[in-house]
């Protein structure tokens, strides 16, 4: 039995924080709980960090922007990030990432205080695609939002080119075979040259403007991460997603092409596809961020 475990925290104004602990294959997956003063049954949005990120970085904002206007949010990292356990870190596992989020959906259903059967899934980067894959088997799930959704690995594995792409695959069947026994192999999370995940001009300082002065982070990721990556492409899946969808592309983003999103959007039965002009991390901060939040929070108004 899955169960959301919380310890309390002090309350704020409109909203109170929680961290919040539940238990994905063994492995223990750490949040925050918004949970907002009114209404009583408050419908809930599961929201998860993007491509080799934590739930510290950028998303809080959105979870008390929802938290205020009356929606319980659960905001938790996934295993290998942030506070959540697992090893290895830093590995980007959709198998695993999938297996968390409706680990954590579980969870959150079973919270009293919340409306079940008002559940929204919350997406940024890669975890609005698993978000999309989640939502097109899962008919409990109320809407979706995506933002910049990154919706097939093969693409992303693929970025830079071909010969770029196999280089990245091979470092993953070195780490596959070393980390048995030698510890992993690693490449860049974001870097502008070489195999890195993202090497989009920008995508480095987007990771950095996202931490506080107090944070660490690795920039690497292991590097078999690119063979789970290679086969995963929720754009397959979006024709299955029959609940209200709302996607969020931006015209200058280079790591999930605004075209990709708006293809995405066409495919499925209801989904609301919104341009906006930014690239893969804009939508953290400034104007851009509440542009965001006012379209998203005026979709989940009118579907929860």
Known sequence: MKRLLVEREPSRFEFSKVRARFRSDDT?????????????????VVMAPGFAAERRWGLPAYAERLAERGYAVYLFDYRGFGDSRGEPR???????????????ITAVRRLDGIDENRLALWGI??????????AAEDTGVDAVVGVTPLLDGRSLVLSGGVVTGLKRVAAGVRDRLQSIALGDHTLPVADETGTAAFVQPGTRAGYLDLLDSDDAWDNELPARSFLSLLRYRPVGTVGDVTCP?????????????ADSVSSAAGKMPN???VSLPTDHFGVYHGE???QVVGHATAFLDANL
């Open 90 to 104: 830093g590995l980007v596992s959709p198998k695993r990432q999938l297996a968390d989020l409706r680990a954590a």
């Open 288 to 290: 851009t961020f509440e």
């Open 271 to 273: 989904a609301t596809y």
């Open 245 to 257: 969808t709302l996607l969020l592309g931006g015209t200058r983003d280079e790591v999930a092409s």
């Open 125 to 134: 980067s890669l975890s609005a695609g698993h978000a999309v894959r989640v």
């Open 28 to 44: 223990e997956c750490v949040g925050w709980l918004y949970r907002p003063d009114r209404p009583v049954d408050a419908p809930v």
